[in-house]
């Protein structure tokens, strides 16, 4: 049987009452499977000197996944269990223009069609201007589409001194295609820029309000993503979630800006959420599906090699049909095939209301927890789904 640390279990209880997060779903528990590598060893030290107020630098957390990470609630919940002890770690790595539901900090665009966003999952094959669209994580990119036209950014709370990292597309040097103002006064990178395609500024305590204003010229200037981190920050927490996306998708984005964003997120833990969309192709088959894993551990392993990776494994959505039930069961077998191969550790999500109850639901029954449409979860769902991936993260630290 598994125990928790006398520190796991009072940090589990303060994030709960802190937040009111503890649910019936508390009495089910999906542990997390396989060995733990050096990777997974580091990212434990890590979140007990987290837990212990004694962390050196940030823990920084990443997950990555389909429309059950793109709904926010499963990453939101996540996150404030996570962050809820220590405090505020920042908004992460956001895409450019889009801040949903955070409570950070908030986004205001031009009104549309001057400055547009969109997410392509085609990669060069999508143009702006006859120039092929550069991707970073997540594979959203924005542009204005005539010159000078702005992103203003409202920062919540009383911010502390902080660092913007700012991501873009151009074929001249950054800091020459947009400038950033903190109200009427322009700010300057910390140097011209430290690395193509990013610019990082620092900003003063207090600051409470950004204007990202696009080029006058140069049309093809693409912004790709920010990242906010306070100074003082413990913890990080980022989500990049791709309606529809299968793991093929980590492959569609440029190699250069998607390892310079990693790097500067340095994610202890990257957690994969995909695999619904793998299963429901009608082109699934189990050697398919084994390459498309060796190809994210090659990704894995040129972009993030010091990072712990953890698979969440699809749920068993009522809404899949005999073929796709079938295809979840091999998906499941070369997950964990793959994952004892490349030294990962596995989430079984397909466990969800088999074991004990996860309220509203009981027994076997996961209609309450599921939409009308049997694939995506209800928000107590994804509620319940989070508050069982914290609990196996947080017993998981604290086993001996």
């Given at each position: 049987m598994t125990r928790f640390s006398a520190l796991s279990l009072r940090w589990l209880l303060a994030c709960c009452l802190a937040g009111s997060m503890c649910s019936a779903s508390s009495v089910?528990?999906?542990?997390?499977?396989?060995t733990r590598d050096l990777r997974w060893l580091r990212f434990e030290l890590h979140l007990k000197e987290y837990q212990s107020g004694q962390a050196r630098q940030p823990l920084n957390i990443l997950q990555i996944g389909d429309s059950h990470t793109a709904g926010n609630i499963l990453p939101r919940r996540l996150r404030q269990h996570l962050l809820g002890r220590q405090g505020d770690g920042g908004i992460g790595l956001l895409p450019p223009g889009m801040v949903k539901d955070?409570?950070?900090?908030?986004?205001?665009?031009?009104?549309?069609?001057?400055?547009?966003?969109?997410?392509?999952r085609s990669g060069a094959r999508a143009s702006t201007a006859g120039s092929a669209?550069?991707?970073?994580?997540?594979?959203f990119v924005s542009y204005g589409t005539t010159p000078y036209q702005s992103i203003g950014y409202d920062l919540a709370g009383k911010p502390g001194p902080s660092r913007l990292y700012v991501y873009a597309s151009s074929n001249s040097r950054a800091e020459k295609n947009f400038k950033l103002y903190q109200g009427t006064t322009e700010l300057s990178p910390r140097?011209?820029?430290?690395?193509?395609?990013r610019s990082t500024f620092d900003l003063p305590a207090g600051t409470t309000h950004l204007t990202l204003l696009s080029p006058g010229s140069n049309s093809d200037f693409q912004l790709l993503g920010v990242s906010l981190v306070p100074l003082s920050a413990q913890m990080s927490f980022s989500s990049i979630g791709v309606n529809g996306a299968t793991f093929e998708i980590l492959r569609e984005w440029d190699s250069d800006i998607t390892r310079m964003e990693l790097k500067d997120l340095a994610p202890a833990l990257i957690i994969l959420a995909f695999g619904t969309n793998d299963v429901v192709n009608d082109r699934f088959t189990a050697q398919r599906f084994g390459e498309t894993l060796r190809?994210?551990?090659?990704?894995l392993h040129r972009n993030a090699p010091d990072a712990a990776v953890l698979l969440m494994m699809p749920p068993r959505a009522p809404g899949f049909?005999?073929?796709?039930?079938?295809?979840?069961?091999?998906?499941?077998?070369?997950?964990?095939?793959a994952a004892a191969s490349y030294h990962w550790r596995v989430w079984d999500w397909s466990q969800l209301g088999r074991d004990g109850c996860t309220a509203p639901c009981t027994g076997n029954n996961l209609s309450a927890l599921f939409q009308r449409d049997g694939i995506h979860l209800s928000a107590r769902g994804y509620e319940s789904t989070a508050d069982l991936l914290f609990n196996a993260i947080v017993q998981s630290s604290g086993q001996q």
């Open positions: 089910q528990q999906i542990p997390i499977e396989g955070h409570p950070a900090m908030t986004a205001r665009l031009a009104p549309s069609p001057r400055w547009v966003t969109i997410r392509d669209h550069t991707l970073g994580l997540g594979g140097s011209s820029p430290d690395s193509p395609g190809n994210t551990e090659d990704w049909g005999t073929q796709a039930r079938q295809n979840l069961d091999s998906a499941h077998a070369v997950m964990r095939q």
